[in-house]
Every structure is written in C-alpha cells, then in structure tokens.
C-alpha cells in the first residue's frame, strides 16, 4: 500500500513492518478504517489522524473528537500532545506518534526527507529543561511507571500494546492497589506542575485515560526504556 509524490521532501509512515508512502494534496487518513486501517478497535475514531502536505511541510492533524495523541521526536528531546481539532508540522526526520483507544496503546513512526529541522545532539547531555528526566523520580515512582510500560516495551516491535489497570500493575510490584495509586497520583502530580498536559481532570476523566497519557508521555519523552524492565523481575507470564 504505497504512493507516489512528484515534488516536495518525501514522507512515510510505518506501522506493524507496513510502510505507507505519502502524496502531497492526498490527505492520509489513520483510523479504524482509512488508508491506514490500524486496528478494529470500536474505541478508535473511524478517521482519527490525517497528514497531509504543502510545499514546503508535511502537517499531523487530530480530526477525532474524543482521543489524544503523543508525538515525540526520536531523540526524546521533543513531546507534544495532539488534541482533537490540533495539527502540528512535521519539522524533524523522524516522528514518534501514541495514541490510546479502550485499553490498547498503538505506536507509529513517521519519517520526512529533508525535514526543515535537524536536532543537535549533546552527548551524556540532559534532554532538555521541559522534561522531567529518571533522577526527578523516586525509585518508587520509577517503578509504578515502567510497571505501566512494561506491555509496551516488552511487546519488541512498533505496533499496539495494552496499559494495564492499576490492579493488574500493583501486583506485578507486589503492592497494595492503594499504594500503586499514591505513587501514581504523585507522579502525575509533579509531571502536571511540570506542564504535561492530560494528567489530571475532573473526577469524570476515566482512569484509563490517565494512565494511558502517562505511558505515552514515558515512552515520548525516554523516562523509561526496555533496559528498566530489570527492575521489575522476570515476567510471570513468561
């Protein structure tokens, strides 16, 4: 399932080993049916992220009414959170896109050729001073968050994984439900005063919601990785 462009930097997205060659003035459509048909899932909007480009940018755009996407360049140093009726330019060669429909967590990676903007990299350096890196967490915290990873990153390739419920995640830590969710209040608590977004609500927001946009803001922003799973022990389902 590919196209063809004829002028322009050129644009891909990848999904599940698929790639998707995009066309300038032919609006790509991801959703539960589109151009991209992600998933059947009845919780994912029918046409929910749409790129598209000009001459001089290729542009992501939210077009769901009810879901929210991460995306993050592919160093880190970089994370937004795409709300409905959003679009943001695509500026960096490497794009990192999550979205949470029901209880699944779906991953794709976008790449532009010749994007308007290359990141200098800093070796050993901090990501950046809008994120809040591991030595902000407590070890506690830490773990609370890659308990909620632990789906994703272990799933080995791009694609969909599940955020489990706090229950579930309390008791791969051997914890009390109350406690899980004391360490997860705290952590959205200090990424909120931080200026993440989609961390706290009303008392109607769905938990799931939550801790969805936390997993995707982990992942985004690199606080945890496949190489932090050591702390959780083996697998019992493995």
Known sequence: MSRHHDRGSSAR??????????????????????????????????????????????????????????????????QAWLAPGARLPLVFDHTLVWFTAGPTTYELELFVDSPPFIPVTRDGGDVGSTTIGPRALTPDQKLAIVALCEPVLRRGARGAGHVPTSADAAARLGW?????????????????????????GGPDRLAVNRRARLVEFALATRMVDVDDLVLLGPSSSR
């Not at 589109?34 to 542009?59: C, E, K, M, S």
């Not at 952590?187 to 931080?194: I, N």
């Open 176 to 200: 009390t439900l109350t406690k899980f969710n004391r360490k997860l209040d705290n952590v959205c608590d200090k990424l909120s005063r931080g200026g993440v977004t989609g961390l706290h």
């Open 13 to 78: 997205v990848e999904f599940c080993g698929e790639v998707y060659e995009l066309s300038r003035g032919q609006p790509f459509v991801i959703g539960r049916e589109g151009d991209l048909t992600v998933d059947d899932n009845p919780y994912l909007h029918r046409r929910f992220l749409q790129i598209d480009g000009d001459d001089a940018l290729w542009w992501l755009a939210n077009t769901g009414s009810q879901l929210a996407a991460t995306v993050a360049n592919a160093y880190g140093t970089m």
